[in-house]
């Protein structure tokens, strides 16, 4: 088992231990850290391999050493392929790559691909990694399946206010819909839905299961239909939130009037949807366990019948 998920079952038991830890690895500056720094980080957790199995309080490198080491491992390594993430699709970069309000101030086509584009790169680089396909390229398969969502869910974002335009559909109710109502549920289902399809080799082929030491026992489309799941409702829940909170907060805003003027408030919901999408990372993030169980009862028979155990383990993705 890698080494960050021992941490994840060891620490991260609870919403509120995850959260915390996620609050801490989604930490901008962790970007600036060379891949030099990775690397050694890296063979330092590679040399001992209890290093992040143990709680971090019984742990001999000291709890400040040791979550310094986390955050960067985590936030920088693919737990799967062992592999360094790219810069702008690591975790911490999320937050400063995207940004939403774009989307959901015009609802361009243009603007919606590139939202959906860097969403959807995400979720692949940090999806599982260990899904095999032996009569076709895996990542060709996945490249050609998100551009095809990436390209569906732009033209379905961008459909409400075409419509509303091209019918010349200009009454407060309609307005109300497509530009306050409408986005939130949206962006929630389209976000969830290029995530369940650029993973679905996942639960097509399947990904690997462990047991409660680590050791892989086979490979489970059960298991990797509930990973898909879970990051599936954990997106929706960050993008549908990211849309809606703000327009409340505006409302409100406005209602007190706090907001002078009407130039004011392309600047202030600009700055309500980056806050509450910094905010809501580590929420969506920590609604699942990094490290996911499965019960013994929800695997499939060819692999029970190698194991006496009852608890399975594998690696959520994010």
């Given at each position: ?122 979720t692949l680089v940090n999806g599982n990694g ?74 097509e082929n399947g990904i690997e299961v462990m ?108």
């Amino acid at each position: 088992m890698d080494a960050n998920l021992r941490l994840w079952r060891a620490e991260g038991q609870s919403f509120f231990q995850r959260f915390l830890l996620w609050a801490d690895a989604l930490d901008p500056l962790l970007l600036l850290k060379s891949s030099n720094e990775i690397k050694r980080t890296r063979l330092l957790i590679q040399s001992d391999e209890k290093t992040l199995s143990e709680p971090i309080q019984n742990n001999q490198y000291g709890k400040d050493v040791l979550i310094c080491i986390f955050f960067l491992f985590k936030s920088s390594v693919h737990p799967d392929t062992d592999k360094i993430i790219p810069v702008l699709l690591r975790p911490p970069g999320m937050s400063s790559s995207l940004n939403p309000e774009l989307s959901f101030s015009y609802y361009l086509l243009f603007l919606q691909f590139l939202f959906h584009s860097y969403a959807t790169a995400f979720t692949l680089v940090n999806g599982n990694g260990t899904p095999k396909a032996e009569e076709y390229s895996l990542q060709q398969k996945q490249m050609v399946l998100g551009l095809g969502a990436i390209s569906y869910a732009a033209c379905i974002g961008a459909l409400p206010l075409t419509f509303m335009n091209r019918y010349a559909l200009k009454s407060s109710l309609m307005q109300l819909v497509v530009r306050k109502l409408l986005p939130a549920p949206l962006f929630g289902l389209t976000s969830a839905f290029t995530v369940a399809v650029v993973r679905s080799p996942e639960f097509e082929n399947g990904i690997e299961v462990m047991d409660r030491n680590g050791n892989v026992i086979g490979v489970s489309k059960k298991a990797g239909e509930k990973a898909v799941m879970e990051t599936a409702l954990s997106r929706a829940a960050l993008f549908g939130t990211t849309f809606f909170l703000p327009e409340v907060l505006m409302y409100c805003a406005q209602r007190a009037r706090l907001v002078k003027t009407s130039r004011a408030l392309g600047p202030v919901r600009m700055f309500l949807v980056m806050s509450v999408l910094a905010g809501m990372l580590p929420v969506s993030f920590s609604m699942f366990p990094q490290c996911g169980e499965i019960k013994r009862a929800d695997l499939e028979p060819e692999i029970l019948s190698s194991t006496e155990e009852t608890e399975f383990f594998y690696n959520r993705g994010i």
